[in-house]
């Protein structure tokens, strides 16, 4: 398989990154990284999430950084919807784009959502509808794809069978998420393999965390695989709130650094990318988790 001309990179730091973080974060700095993110050239920024803030605090004011954001044109704004209630709360404040989000473990499902996966496709299915009618384009995300804090192996039937539902009840694109980063190049590529059977490959996303060190691996395994579309986040930022231990995702400089190596193109600035992280960091009092940033940094 030849490696794509190009590939897009689906920037997820500000809700993703975000979302796990204790501290409070000011709108006024969330708005400002997306702002900088937008000047680095990332097509596609995942803003926040209308979710439960009893589930996750952090991301409670996110209808204040999407009023206060610079919207250019060409950049989709989008955020997390895991209902009907989110989806509406998403629309009062002119998302263009939502996510849904499903697990391919049933113990996972239970813990992020409070439901089974079952019970989250069927609460999907009004979101859809609502966002079809409003003309909002769908992700789909599902997790755990290549392990479970909880139930450990996944089988990848059971993860083409969640985004195979997903697909077919209208999200454009499935987002295949190694929330705790256990995956390797192999098992991603055997996953991908079975995946790719249901749903075209250029309908589909790699979304992995680097806590075991194997991200930038798995990416690149998913390219030969046809997938061109990744997400990550600015800094690796993040972790998740139901997955104990989960580091960031996979810092985009490090993997724009992979991608620029091999002449593929994204549309994004490096130094202004690495100075959104940077800034970021500097605001949260954290170590700047891209090895690119660090690098390029202390030079
Ligand atoms: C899904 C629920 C709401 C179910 O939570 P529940 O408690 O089962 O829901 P409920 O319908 O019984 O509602 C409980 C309360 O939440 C409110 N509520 C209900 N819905 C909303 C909403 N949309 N926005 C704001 N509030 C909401 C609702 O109004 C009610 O308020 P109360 O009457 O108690 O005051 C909850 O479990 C939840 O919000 N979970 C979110 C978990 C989350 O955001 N996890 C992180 C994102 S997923 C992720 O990071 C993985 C990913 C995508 O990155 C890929 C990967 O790496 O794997």
């Known amino acids: 398989m030849n490696l794509p001309k190009s590939v897009r990179l689906v920037e997820v730091g500000p809700r993703d990154g975000l979302q796990n973080e204790k501290q409070p974060i000011s709108v006024a700095d969330k708005v400002r990284l997306v702002d900088d993110l937008t000047a680095a050239g990332l097509s596609y920024i995942e803003v926040g999430s209308f979710v439960s803030p009893k589930w996750v605090p952090q991301m409670a004011g996110s209808a204040e950084v999407f009023a206060g954001i610079q919207r250019q044109p060409g950049v989709t704004y989008a955020a997390l919807t895991p209902n009907l209630k989110g989806l509406e709360a998403a629309l009062e404040v002119k998302v263009e784009e939502v996510a849904v989000f499903a697990a391919a473990s049933e113990a996972f499902s239970q813990k992020n959502i409070n439901c089974s996966i079952a019970g989250s496709l069927a609460r999907f299915v009004p979101l859809m509808e609502a966002a079809k009618a409003a003309n909002v384009?769908?992700?789909?995300?599902?997790?755990?794809?290549?392990?479970?804090?909880?139930?450990?192996?996944?089988?990848?039937?059971?993860?083409?069978?969640?985004?195979?539902e997903?697909?077919?009840?209208?999200?454009?694109?499935?987002?295949?998420?190694?929330?705790?980063?256990?995956?390797?190049?192999?098992?991603?590529?055997?996953?991908?393999?079975?995946?790719?059977?249901?749903?075209?490959?250029?309908?589909?996303?790699?979304?992995?965390?680097?806590?075991?060190?194997?991200?930038?691996?798995?990416?690149?395994?998913?390219?030969?695989?046809?997938?061109?579309?990744?997400?990550?986040?600015?800094?690796?930022?993040?972790?998740?709130?139901?997955?104990?231990?989960?580091?960031?995702?996979?810092?985009?400089?490090?993997?724009?650094?992979?991608?620029?190596?091999?002449?593929?193109?994204?549309?994004?600035?490096?130094?202004?990318?690495?100075?959104?992280?940077?800034?970021i960091c500097e605001v949260l009092g954290k170590a700047n988790g891209s090895r690119v940033a660090r690098a390029r940094l202390s030079r």
């Open 137 to 164: 384009r769908v992700r789909g995300y599902v997790s755990c794809v290549l392990g479970c804090p909880y139930d450990g192996e996944i089988a990848p039937e059971q993860v083409a069978s969640v985004a195979r």
């Open 166 to 279: 997903l697909y077919a009840m209208g999200c454009y694109e499935v987002s295949l998420g190694d929330t705790i980063g256990t995956g390797t190049a192999g098992k991603t590529r055997s996953m991908l393999e079975v995946v790719a059977r249901d749903i075209p490959r250029d309908r589909l996303a790699g979304h992995f965390h680097d806590t075991y060190g194997q991200a930038l691996a798995n990416i690149y395994a998913s390219l030969l695989e046809g997938i061109n579309v990744f997400d990550s986040s600015v800094a690796g930022l993040g972790g998740c709130p139901y997955a104990k231990g989960a580091t960031g995702n996979v810092a985009t400089e490090d993997v724009l650094y992979l991608l620029q190596g091999q002449g593929i193109e994204t549309g994004v600035d490096m130094d202004k990318l690495i100075a959104a992280g940077q800034r």
